[in-house]
């Protein structure tokens, strides 16, 4: 034959091949000119083929020969690249590998060796003899596939426009070894103990780990239906073979798999393994849910769906093995009380959907087309499933020793010798307690709450063997800090163990410590390859993320497991037998009442412990959290004098006084609040230098503030809010840590204006603050931003630390609390100025209690001025109002109580996609009472057309034609701003690109085309404007 050497030249390839001239269908001649280049190699480039096929990349073959033929293939030099060397698995045998550009003309060659070679590697050439050899099998032993039960000829996966599928059995098998496995080397202690405890009657742990690896197996028993084993036309004729009808389909509604799974299943358990009808049914709801979503109607099936008896008899077949192959005890009932029932099913939903997409994925299953009894099969299975969680990390997982630890030896690599008093209190009262058990912790900041929860997490998973730690945070920056701080806490608690730990929010990939603990690919170490700490890649995906022992994140994380949304069970599962720790908790946060009140009685139900850490709490607040999660109604308060604890179980709800620290006198002063006021206030109170910062309750004041003080020449003067992308951000956080930052380089004069990211998120210390109105428990966490850290060096008039407070417009009688009020509700600033307007001082913690419940307690009118009483009232009803719409559209997106028995077969529907950042911006609507908002990519317009991510083309084109890859994600994603105005909310919202929707991260993103900084959002007379200095500005044209 004669070949061609050309080169392939398009968007896949752009190497050299071979082509056989007899195989060219059609030549077009070009007028261009062609030379050989002086320096092709000739021939050379057929050094990696194994005939003709070239190729400069190469893949490894390694084959297996019987000593049969051992010696005639010793007698040839077969490939250049050959090697071989006596099998050390199989005695007499021979191994034999090459490195090869392709295996396509290599094929021949290993056929015609016959059953006297092996193929090892690769996959894919295991792949294509087997094909071959079952085609010969059809061809020559016309009745082999006679022998085998007719419901080996339905798939459960397959490939498209393809007959190659895997049987569903051997899947269903898969994911139930899957199950068994997870039971077997992955879920704690706790975790099986409950589980097996909550069974009525109880059950032994092996026998529950039988039970739900049985059930978890049958998850896609609605695969051998009609309906299903249709949608892969290239099978139809072999499943027709079989004996199988394919009913008209007449109009009928095509159910789910899923559905008609839980269908079957009702009658199915009932009558193979002799379960209730009533337990039966829910326990096929349940597994109905795999994907998800939960079956709603599953009374009756259309003959399309469901098939004629031949496809019941493949079902109870199918069953009748996976029974034969788990051993599941008999007559299994569900627990009368119905919060038990209702964990036992959540847990079972969870376990099978990790099950399900572990036993699907393809780099650990492969596709098996020879005939294996179930038995045989699990063997294979067993292996597989084996590999697939070491490779993934769920089975070399921490697992709690039982070994307690004592607080200076847990905390010596901070050289904490011996706890603070408030830590030794806390200890001493929370050590012991049964689990599950909430603990509020109310301190002043600097104490060591997180030292001290650390600890009680610590000890009670040792204790009760529990699965893990969640920590969270209410944004990503307080996420980021505390993500390090943890970190540490592991890496010095367990340096002897693989610790898989995760930080759990949208921007978290770009974090540079979870980068280093992140592998290249899934069964790689990390990247800081001397360290036990890694982020499993498994576990990267936001649903999945929870599943790892331990993570940091944002508290929305975990909200979504009470909302209604997608796989909202799979977070639960994540999070049950853990310690969750909500931090830096607040009242005006807990307005969401409803939402964090489901989540703690879902923590509770599933023996989650929780911890959580506030500076301020109001006594109403704390109450229905302790009763919540106790199923108790208090008769008396939770009062005690401020700091305290309080614990809540199942037995009893206390509250405890705690040592309280030594006050700490903050001067107060009432303040005009104009930028030209705000600008002398700075210049009188910083004459002879000095840190100060200036907190807004609005980006737009920031900006405006900050523009003021560049009119009068301030130097060092440093912007610092949530609008600008975080590629810009992140430059602008490293500046505030080093000026303002405990380990910084102070500078001898500065100013910080910036809005609420710094309340909460960062470790910073000012001489003096100016603060906008707020809420009285986030001016206390602002005051915590003053002298913050000992031993800076202060300007004279600063030795003092000193608040003050901008105060409404107008008067006391009627206030005008400008922008603020759509942040915060006007009744509690109102109540806040009140509480404030006349101290010259605060002293803290002692005032702390007086201050909250001023605010937060119950209104009271003969309290206050009989002129102001009407206009509070008012502004009262409208909050109760507010508040009453926000809760009430919080209830129609909650799962509902553990305790409600219809929840699992009367299901939630249209549930929202968990991965959709939209669905996170309304729970934080619903935690923060924040807007709607779109996520704007900002893209700038070059001269000659094309679109940068930075203003003056200096970083990454992007091109909106095509799909951008992996790392054009990344850098698109660090140009995102999350806007709210409801007027560009509502012209963008859907604007999403269509190249982007093929991509998860950008799927909701919109696009954005700055020109010169601006750009004019069509149908609105609202511009954008994008400087590097003020962030994103919204400019309204008015008349």
């Known amino acids: 034959s004669t070949y061609l050497i050309g080169r392939s030249k398009n968007k ?179 975790t099986k103990e409950q589980l097996a405890n909550a069974f009525s009657p109880k059950m032994s742990v092996e026998e529950t780990g039988n039970f739900l690896s049985f059930l978890a197996a049958t998850h896609d028993i609605g695969k051998a239906a009609p309906s299903f084993q249709q949608r892969n036309k290239a099978s139809i004729e072999r499943i027709k073979k079989a004996g199988f009808i394919f009913p008209k389909r007449h109009g009928t509604t095509i159910e789910f798999h899923s559905t008609i799974s839980a269908w079957a299943l009702k009658t199915l ?24 979503i939960l079956p709603k109607n599953i009374r009756s099936m259309e003959p399309f769906n469901k098939g004629d008896e031949k496809w019941a008899e493949a079902r109870l077949q199918i069953i009748q093995e996976l029974q034969r192959l788990f051993n599941p005890p008999q007559g299994v009932t569900l627990p009368e009380n119905i919060e038990d029932m209702n964990m036992i099913l959540m847990l079972l939903l969870g376990l099978t959907t990790t099950a399900d997409w572990l036993g699907s994925d393809e780099s650990f299953f492969d596709y098996e087309d020879r005939f294996f009894s179930a038995e045989d099969y699990a063997k294979i299975a067993k292996k597989y499933a084996k590999n697939a969680l070491q490779k993934t990390g769920w089975s070399e997982s921490w697992q709690a020793s039982g070994e307690q630890k004592s607080f200076g030896d847990m905390f010596e690599y901070l050289k904490f010798e011996n706890p603070r008093p408030v830590q030794e209190a806390v200890i001493k009262v929370a050590s012991d307690v049964g689990n599950p058990v909430l603990l509020i912790l109310e301190a002043p900041t600097g104490i060591g709450k997180t030292e001290v929860a650390l600890y009680l997490a610590d000890t009670w998973l040792q204790k009760e063997k529990g699965r893990g730690l969640y920590i969270a945070m209410p944004t990503q920056a307080t996420s980021n800090q505390i993500f390090g701080r943890t970190f540490d806490f592991l890496e010095n608690r367990y340096p002897n163990e693989k610790i898989n730990f995760h930080l759990a929010h949208g921007q978290a990939q770009w974090n540079k410590k979870m980068e280093s603990l992140r592998p290249s690919s899934i069964g790689d170490g990390a990247k800081d390859s001397e360290s036990q700490m890694r982020a499993e890649s498994w576990f990267l995906p936001r649903k999945k993320t929870l599943l790892a022992p331990f993570g940091v994140g944002t508290v929305d994380q975990a909200l979504m497991s009470a909302l209604q949304t997608r796989h909202f069970y799979l977070r639960l599962f994540g999070l049950a037998n853990k310690v969750v720790i909500f931090d830096e908790v607040h009242d005006y946060d807990t307005y969401m009442g409803k939402l964090f009140l489901r989540l703690l009685a879902w923590l509770r139900a599933i023996g989650t412990s929780v911890i959580v850490l506030s500076a301020t709490l109001p006594e109403k607040t704390r109450r229905e959290m302790a009763e919540v999660y106790a199923k108790k109604t208090l008769t008396s308060g939770t009062q005690a004098q401020y700091p305290r604890v309080t614990l809540a179980t199942s037995q009893k709800i206390e509250t405890v006084e705690l040592p309280p620290p030594a006050d700490r006198k903050i001067q107060l002063e009432q303040i005009n609040p104009s930028p030209e006021n705000i600008v002398q206030e700075l210049e009188t109170r910083l004459a002879e230098g000095g840190c100060a910062a200036v907190i807004c309750n609005t980006v737009k004041r920031a900006q405006e503030i900050y523009f003021a003080l560049q009119e009068a020449n301030f130097e060092n003067l440093t912007l610092f809010h949530s609008r600008f992308p975080p590629a810009w951000r992140k430059k602008i956080e490293e500046k505030v840590l080093n000026d303002f930052g405990k380990n910084g380089k102070r500078p001898q004069k500065a100013v910080l204006v910036a809005t609420q990211v710094i309340e909460q998120s960062l470790d910073l210390d000012f001489d003096p603050m100016i603060s906008d109105l707020a809420p009285v428990d986030l001016l206390i966490q602002r005051i915590g931003r003053l002298h913050r850290h000992k031993g800076n060096a202060r300007a ?27 942040i915060y509700a006007p009744f509690i600033l109102w109540r806040t100025w009140l509480a404030v307007e006349n101290r010259t001082a605060l002293n803290l913690p002692s005032e702390t209690t007086e201050l909250i419940e001023a605010v937060y307690g119950e209104f009271k009118a003969e309290d206050y001025p009989p002129e102001i009483v009407e206009k509070l009232e008012k502004m009262q009803a409208k909050m109760l109002k507010d508040f009453g719409s926000d809760i009430y559209k919080a209830e129609q997106n909650l799962i509902p109580m553990p305790n409600v028995e219809s929840f699992i077969t009367d299901p939630m529907q249209d549930l929202k996609d968990d991965e959709d950042p939209t669905l996170h911006e309304q729970v934080r609507a619903v935690t923060r009472l924040i807007p709607p908002g779109v996520n704007l990519v900002c893209l700038h317009k070059m001269p000659d057309g094309s679109l940068n991510t930075e203003p003056n083309g200096e970083w990454k084109e992007v091109d909106l034609k095509r799909i951008p890859d992996k790392e054009e994600v990344e850098e698109i994603l660090k140009y995102t701003i999350s806007v709210h105005f409801y007027d560009v909310v509502k012209a963008l919202a859907d604007k999403t690109h269509a190249k982007w929707k093929r991509k998860t991260a950008l799927r909701y993103h919109i696009p954005l085309i700055f020109e010169n900084g601006h750009c ?14 003020l962030g994103l500005q919204v400019e309204k044209e008015t008349l």
């Open 12 to 190: 896949k390839t752009d190497e050299l091949r071979t082509y056989k001239l007899e195989r060219v269908q059609s030549v077009q001649l070009t007028n261009e000119d062609y030379e050989i280049p002086e320096d092709f190699d000739g021939l050379a480039i057929l050094r990696n083929a194994w005939s003709i096929i070239a190729g400069e990349k190469t893949l490894e073959v390694i084959l297996r020969f019987s000593p049969k033929v051992k010696e005639r293939v010793l007698e040839t030099r077969w490939h250049p690249s050959q090697k071989t060397e006596d099998d050390s698995d199989k005695e007499g045998w021979l191994r034999w590998s090459a490195q090869v550009a392709d295996t396509k003309d290599m094929l021949p060659w290993v056929r015609g060796w016959g059953a006297d070679v092996e193929v090892l590697e690769p996959k894919d050439l295991q792949k294509e003899l087997r094909k071959e050899t079952r085609k010969l099998m059809n061809l020559y032993l016309h009745n082999a596939e006679e022998k085998k039960p007719a419901h080996y000829a339905l798939w459960a996966k397959t490939k498209k426009k393809s007959d190659e599928y895997h049987p569903l059995l051997y899947h269903l098998v898969d994911v139930g070894i899957c199950a068994q496995t997870l039971w077997d080397d992955a879920l704690s202690p706790s």
């Open 269 to 292: 358990l009932k009558d193979e393994i002799k379960i209730d009808a009533y337990s039966a049914r829910r326990f096929a709801h349940a597994l109905g849910g795999h994907h998800g």
């Open 796 to 822: 004279l008039g600063l030795l003092t630390p000193k608040m003050l407070i901008a105060q409404p417009e107008g008067d006391t009688r009627s206030p005008d609390f400008g922008s603020s009020r759509y």
């Open 1016 to 1029: 004019s959002i069509e149908g609105t007379k609202i511009t954008l404007v994008l400087d590097k200095e």
